[in-house]
């Protein structure tokens, strides 16, 4: 029904936003901020693109995160912090170019931890201000926001340089040391990033051939994570290499919990029951992994296989 009254009414709907909106602030400066986002987002129905009903409901979010975060569980606080920085994003999409918006904008993104984001807003909030005396001191917090930032800007850039490397399974011995020399100088923050770093570990220690350091990594991963999938997926492997197979089991187990819909995984388990000569156990999973995906190569290999060892 909206849809029709803005196609046939524009100005109407214009209006009707605009009205919403100023009530909003109303609400939003008596301290109902809740009342406030419902009218801004009640105006952002009759006017989709109403640039100021959705650069105020950003603020407005984010000023219910400052008055309520201590109360929220973390799942929460991150779903808000979300919410409030998509709101400022399309706002800022709109054309809004308000100083309280990119500052804003700046704040959430560093508390998400996308620091260079945070900078860049910052200072194009600098480039807004006039340069008056009275907004000295806006211009003195954005600095010093800017320069506080900077140490967590080079150690994110850090974080991705040896991701990078990571992830390029084509990367130089060379380059996969540097990298493990760059991740001892990083510091975890929580038990997340500390199994991050030591599966990044592990992966070029792997890399370098220096097997008993990875395995010692993806432990080490798992310690801080117990569902690590990747973690877990590196040790099957290393496991059956080292034919510690009830080791090898464990953790295609474990990835295979992790990723049930994963084919290749579900024949991993089955491989594991083959080395153990575990025939029963090793056909009943080849044969879940075959009804997964018939066509795969790898899996009717492993079937055949099965059955050779099966017939000797």
Known sequence: MRALFRFFLPKWCQQKADDLVHDGVVQAENGDLSQAVALYQDALKWCPAHVLARSNMGLSLMDE?????????????????????DNLDEAIGLGEDRVAVW???????????QFVGAVEAFERALELLDGDDEQAQSKEELENNIE????????????HDVRKVVE?????ADACQGAIEALDGLVPE???EQGFFCWMRGVLCRRLGEM???EKAFLEALESQNSHFDAHRELAQIYMLKEAHGEALLHSVAAYKLKPRDAGLVCNVGVC?????DFDKAKE???LAHGMDPENGIINNAREALAAASEG
């Open 168 to 172: 390029d399974k084509e990367a130089s």
């Open 212 to 214: 008993d350091a990875a």
């Open 190 to 192: 929580d038990a997340d």
């Open 148 to 159: 506080e930032l900077q140490p967590l800007v080079q150690r994110s850039q850090n974080i």
């Open 285 to 287: 999973y080849m044969d």
């Open 65 to 85: 995160y400052n008055a309520n975060f201590g109360s929220w569980d973390s799942k929460r606080r991150l779903a808000h912090l979300h919410l409030t920085m």
């Open 273 to 277: 029951y083959l080395a153990l000569d």
């Open 103 to 113: 500052r804003a904008a700046g704040h959430i993104r560093w508390r998400l931890s």
